[in-house]
């Protein structure tokens, strides 16, 4: 009776808040207004499912959800938001590379390395400036597997995991747009590139530690993604729309 009732809250979710339940991920481009009501869809989630297997990753609320209303606070109503989420996390078929041997000594055995590149969350919002904003976040997993004797004789098997978060935002600018360098420089941890083509485009892109705490992580990629608005005087692309 229990599950029966929390298939039927499934049921009622938003279709894009239902695929990303029960599919672990959607790819989607909507209206700006056309985001709220899968936003207020997710903030059910909490309350109505308690099943493990339906959760949530914690991702969604606190870095998804975030950007997703910072981004659309900065869109004209016609605006396109487009999105990707990909929870299914680092194993996931298709994201793990070639595994190869590492030189070992005893009383290691054996070593093997591998990676896994896992682009979780991909964001494109056509902004009220004119510019267009690209943001993604993708974590490099590192998967080192050792096979070791222990002084006792007996042969113990461990596999270790080291994540990076990797974030990149780019920003390009509205034609005729006008750069101007910031009175202070990016964060050591954080780089810059401006490229001049038909329209400027300017990126910003860092390293995170894989145990940055949700909160924090937030944080991060919100200051990556607002550097290359600091690299524009404001109303350099002034094409403004309420």
Known sequence: MFWRKQKAAIERFHPLHKALTLEKGFSVSLRRDDWEPVIQSLARHRVEIRRHRWRL???VPEVVVPMLRVLASDMTPDGVLSVA????????????G??????????????QQW?????????????????????TV???VRYRWRKKRNPRGKVKVKTKTKTVHLVRATRQLAK??????????????????????????????CKLPGQSAMGNLTGQILLVATEPFRWTPPASSARRTT
């Open 115 to 135: 990676f896994a590149m896992d682009p979780w969350l991909r964001m494109r919002a056509e902004l009220r400036d004119g510019s267009v904003l690209e943001l």
């Open 176 to 205: 005729n747009a006008a750069v101007q360098r910031p009175g202070t420089p990016p964060p050591n941890w954080v780089r810059v590139q401006v490229k001049q083509g038909k329209r400027l485009v300017i990126r910003s892109t």
């Open 57 to 59: 990753s914690e991702r």
């Open 98 to 111: 070639p595994r190869f041997d590492l030189p070992v000594h005893r009383p290691v055995l054996a070593m």
């Open 85 to 96: 989420l990909d929870m299914r996390g680092p194993n996931a078929p298709g994201k793990q």
């Open 138 to 140: 993708t974590d490099r």
